[in-house]
């Protein structure tokens, strides 16, 4: 008997239920209530007294928008003087045809103040651009610099070595032929010990050369010592390779 009672819980019996709610009164009334509304905000615009700047303002868009007319007594001069209503100003009629417009200020702010405002922001502009510039330059120059720093140092270190090893080279083919004072002091190398030999040119290569004359100087050491070698000795160096030919 239980099983074939209804379940006046399930939602089988809640559909069955009609839908009975009062939409269409509840509608009515919400209508009336934004009528009332309107016709109140109605009245209250109504009654509401305008300030004097509203005054003056629709006055003023009133006055702007309609006409000059013909019995103004400077309108009629410039009738008599060959002016026709909507004709633009200058003797082929192509200049301006509407007034100046107004331009009434609300601030305490000075005659030409914007315009100082606005130059003064332009120059701003301008100096703030001439920096950036002038900043991208220098960056550009100190990059520039820098690799022509690095390329002369490189240029040195390579020098001072062709430099040092023609000097071995002269110095072994001079005591090979007999000849104990070299033709000049820089000819042969420095009487070091070969651990401070080491230590100069480990210590030339990490930290180079930044003096252009000390470059020039090498470079003129180098080229005389390569002329003295082939001129007296027959010597040609080549990169890492020494030939030396003897003549009979």
Known sequence: ??????????????????????????????????KKEALHKEKNAQNRQKSYKEQERESRETALQSSISSQNKGFALLQKMGYKAGQGLG?????RVEPVPLNIKTDRGGIGMEELKKRKADEE??????????????????????RVRKRTER???????????SQRACE??????GITVPRDVWYWPEALKEEEEELVEEEAKAEGSDDEEELTVSSWHSHCEEDALRGKHLFCYLSCCFLMFELD
């Open 125 to 146: 502009l301008q100096n703030y651009r001439r920096k950036v510039q002038m900043k991208q330059q220098g960056e550009k120059k100190s990059i520039e610099d820098f």
């Open 91 to 95: 003797k082929q009629g192509a200049g």
């Open 1 to 34: 008997m239980a099983d074939e009672d209804d379940d006046y819980m399930s939602d089988a019996f809640l559909k069955q239920i009609p839908d009975v709610r009062p939409g269409v009164p509840m509608v009515k009334r919400e209508k009336e209530a934004m």
């Open 155 to 165: 240029e040195e270190r390579q020098t001072q070595g062709d430099l040092r090893r």
């Open 172 to 177: 072994q083919l001079d005591s090979q032929k």
